[in-house]
């Protein structure tokens, strides 16, 4: 199998999770290249449940090497929360299985807590984070100030650090009117956590050179969504830090060269967790459907996802600026026995017709949907594993995204457990 990076082309949510649990079954290594632990995976394994945040996802799978890159930033406490989790359902995570960038930043209880007191004071103007710390940790990331994963090691210099990082957040603080950090709990829980974080650090850009130079297979594995993309998404309420399929490489260390395929999750409609445009949003009976039917709550934080109809415009931009070559379709079963399916095909904007999303946030809000409509279908698709056994009305759905899309379905999903996937065509089928 060819190397693969695999990313969301929606607003996150899209079940790439279980498809980088399915593609890794023939992988070598599973690579996390951006995020943090606000981003949740769920695997549906049988009769097993397993939620990931910050681990990648090949960690359910013996035998397999994962890492986290250095475009991901870590909370230590809760990567080693997981850890124990995974023990307790019977899944070792050791230096084994798990090697962790060496030169990734850290996310540390100040930054939760910056976290939380911006959302606090934004009020109505709130951008919607999960509160975990992971936007203030990219802020001291860029500048220049963040404590790294190696630089646990280095106890002569970690006071030096902690001193320029601190002096920062004081002054911060200070405009907010909260206490001072201080410095000495805060190295100390850093020492305390040091020994068992340093056991999974490493170079991580070495060794996946080394490996790709074997010819061994890498997934490379997105977090939140390419419409959160800190870039390309519906700015300002966006992640904080790149999700389009090209981060892959400088988030990895490695070379645009080791990107052989790049894979596209969608879901079969479209979900969107906390504020920010949505233009496909649904607040009728269809929209309940789709949030009963398809469980819509998030990983992390448990709040119930927006939902609406499939955005073929935003899908369509996704794949144009990321350069997908294929997609993966997921939940299509959340759609059985709707008399009748809607796919946006264009917007209206003052009074124009428009073919792709614009970047302001005033023009975002004021797009007006327009709506293809196409007959559903009545049973049940869960379970298919076959494309010929899906209904007729489900196979003219699902191309008729692809004529939209301009991109090949090559991977359908009909179901949460691992077992309803199957490869249509592409370089994953036979």
């Known amino acids: 199998m060819t190397n693969t990076v695999i990313t969301g082309i929606q607003w996150g949510d899209e079940g790439k999770g279980k498809i980088v649990d399915w593609l ?8 996390r290249f951006q995020g943090g632990n606000n981003a949740g995976h769920t695997m549906v394994v049988g009769d097993r449940v397993y939620k990931l945040s910050m681990l990648p996802t090949g960690v359910i799978r013996p035998g397999k090497l994962n890492v986290i890159g250095n475009g991901a930033v870590i909370d230590p406490w809760a990567m080693l929360y997981e850890i124990d989790a995974l023990a307790d359902q019977g899944v070792a995570v050791t230096s084994g299985n798990l090697l962790v960038a060496e030169n990734a930043a850290l996310v540390l209880p100040l930054h939760r807590e910056l976290d939380e007191l911006w959302e606090q004071r934004a009020g109505s103007g709130r951008i919607g984070t999960t509160g975990k710390g992971i936007g203030p940790a990219y802020e001291d990331k860029v500048g220049r100030r963040a404590i790294r994963v190696g630089d646990l090691r280095c106890h002569q210099s970690l006071d030096r650090l902690i001193d320029r990082l601190v002096n920062y957040h004081d002054v911060v603080r200070a405009g907010l009117e909260v206490d001072p950090v201080d410095p000495e709990e ?16 490493g170079p991580a850009w070495r060794v996946l050179r080394r490996r790709s130079w074997q010819k061994q297979s890498i997934l490379f594995e997105g977090a939140q969504g390419a419409l959160l993309d800190i870039d390309h998404g519906t700015y300002p309420y966006v992640t904080s830090s790149s999700t389009v399929a090209g981060a892959a490489a400088a988030g990895s260390g490695v070379g645009p060269g080791d990107l052989h395929h790049l894979l596209g999750v969608c879901k079969a409609y479209t979900t969107r967790v906390g504020e920010g445009p949505f233009p496909t949003e649904l607040s009728d009976h269809d929209g309940q459907h789709l949030a009963t039917r398809g469980r819509e709550f998030g990983t992390v934080t448990g709040r ?4 609406g109809w499939l955005d073929a415009v935003l899908v369509r931009q996704i794949c144009e600026l990321g350069g997908i070559d294929s997609l993966a379709l997921t939940k299509i079963d959340v759609l059985d026995s709707l008399p009748e399916l809607k796919i946006c095909a264009g917007y209206r904007l003052d009074g124009e017709v428009i073919d792709r999303m614009p970047a302001t946030g005033e023009e975002q809000e004021n797009l007006e949907p327009l709506y293809e409509v ?8 869960s ?15 699902i ?26 065509s592409g370089p994953f089928a036979g």
Request: charged share 30%.
């Open 186 to 201: 805060l190295k100390v829980q850093l020492l305390e956590i040091a020994p068992r974080l340093l056991e999974f650090a």
């Open 374 to 381: 196409m007959p559903g279908w009545t049973g049940s698709v």
């Open 383 to 397: 379970n298919i594993r076959s494309y010929d056994q899906l209904p007729e009305e489900a196979r003219n759905y």
């Open 24 to 31: 890794a079954e023939n992988a070598d290594v599973i690579v």
């Open 399 to 424: 191309e008729r995204i692809e004529e939209l899309v301009e991109i090949p379905v090559d991977i359908i999903s009909t179901s949460p457990d691992r077992n309803d996937t199957f490869a249509r």
């Open 304 to 307: 119930p996802r927006r939902c």
